[in-house]
């Protein structure tokens, strides 16, 4: 039965319980059945409130797009910065340039109203797009045969492929944005960028068609998504 039912229900009752007091309680109701009926509904209204929240939370995590923010605490930074682990990235170039260009796909960061933005796009094997990032706002595609994963909360987003390897992680810390990501172009070239587990540092790395990329990204996230919302490990 939905909560909202009983809480009415309840309500029903307590009216009742004053119309009728005079032929049944003698004109006064005896203050046991108001406590229990006013606990009844105090309890059903939190559980309802517990469940609502549930649902909400379930909704948010079963879309396929999203809103990561970026604003910064420090708002006299001018210049965006991108870190790949240690190594950082001062973009002080034109507004709307991209950092990296990746094929024809272009790695943009910029700040704009006191936020740091970003934009990129991940592409499968065969090319397609299966993910991008259009000024901090995350789309996964929704193809039921494709078995990848993501996972994010308001800082930050990450997209796992069948294998649980990263091939997508953004995440903001207020003042710049740390950024791993595995890039396929549209010629099977694969392109990886991210922070590197030797030595903290950063890594480029890029593969002919042939080859596999061998770095491997750091999971920020729990998995499966369905069962750790907004968890991070």
Do not use: C
């Amino acid at each position: 039965m939905n909560l909202n039912y009983v809480i009415i229900i309840l309500v029903f009752i307590l009216a009742i319980i004053e119309l009728a007091k005079d032929r049944y309680f003698k004109g006064k109701v005896p203050s046991w059945l108001i406590i229990l009926i006013i606990v009844l509904l105090l309890f059903t209204a939190v559980i309802n409130i517990y469940v609502t929240k549930q649902e909400e939370e379930k909704e948010k995590y079963s879309k396929s797009s999203g809103m990561i923010s970026g604003e910064l605490k420090n708002k006299s930074i001018i210049y965006p910065v991108i870190k790949l682990g240690g190594a950082k990235f001062v973009w002080k170039g034109q507004l709307g340039e991209p950092i990296f260009l990746i094929g024809n796909d272009p790695l943009k960061v910029w700040i704009e109203e006191d936020q740091l933005k970003i934009s990129t796009m991940i592409r499968g094997k065969n090319g397609n797009i299966i993910a991008k990032l259009d000024a901090n706002e995350w789309q996964v595609t929704d193809d039921p045969n494709l078995k990848w994963d993501r996972n994010f909360d308001e800082r930050g987003v990450e997209i796992i492929n069948e294998k649980g390897e990263v091939v997508l992680q953004v995440q903001f810390d207020g003042e710049s944005v740390q950024f791993a990501g595995i890039f396929y172009r549209e010629d099977g070239w694969k392109v990886a960028l991210g922070p590197s587990d030797m030595d903290r540092g950063g890594v480029i790395e890029i593969k002919p068609p042939n080859e596999k990329i061998t770095v491997s990204f750091e999971p920020l996230f729990k998995y499966p998504s369905e069962r750790h919302h907004g968890e991070r490990r």
